[in-house]
């Protein structure tokens, strides 16, 4: 097997476990955070994940079923926007010559979508960033520290293999 296609094939894999490292990393700030600051239980944070595809009452009324939901979501979301950096990054070589600032750029981006156009448009009935500025700064830094530098790194580890097809 060439080294071209190794890499080519770690892609897939090391896209997956940078979509899985910052989902865990970001759920755990999650988790951590409201339960802290608010007495709010993991259950509860994974159910609010959940009433984005089925709503906030069917979410709080399911128990550990759609909070296993919100779980399984939050992974795929996660695991969503790692490809989307893993293609961006295949394709455009400054994000492969600058990935902690790609990936800094990312976070934001990720950031604003999450707050502005996937949970307004979902069915958690939010609308807005709650009214409180350390979340929003936490929340910031987490989108950018937690979920783009995981991802970053793990895309670029695939797209940076010694003699891959991405190396140049």
């Known amino acids: 097997m060439t080294a071209a296609l190794r890499s080519a094939r770690s892609l897939p894999l090391w896209t997956l476990i940078g979509g899985l490292i910052a989902a865990i990393l970001d759920i755990g700030y999650a988790i951590g955070y409201w339960g802290l600051t608010k007495g709010v239980p993991a259950e509860r944070v994974l159910h609010s994940v959940a009433s984005g595809l089925i709503g906030r009452e069917a979410a709080l009324a399911g128990g550990a079923g759609t909070a296993a939901l919100g779980l399984l979501l939050h992974c795929f979301i996660a695991v969503l926007m790692a490809a989307a950096y893993a293609i961006g990054a295949s394709r455009l070589a400054w994000m492969r010559r600058s990935p902690w600032r790609a990936a800094t750029l990312y976070g934001l981006w990720l950031f604003v979508a999450m707050n502005f156009i996937v949970v307004p448009l979902s069915r958690a009935g939010m609308k807005g960033l709650p009214p ?12 950018v520290v937690f979920v783009a530098w995981p991802i970053a790194w793990a895309v670029n580890r695939a797209l940076n293999a010694k003699g891959g097809r991405h190396a140049r």
Request: no cysteine; hydrophobic share 60%; proline share 8%.
């Open 132 to 143: 409180d500025p350390v979340w929003i700064g936490l929340s910031i830094l987490v989108h």
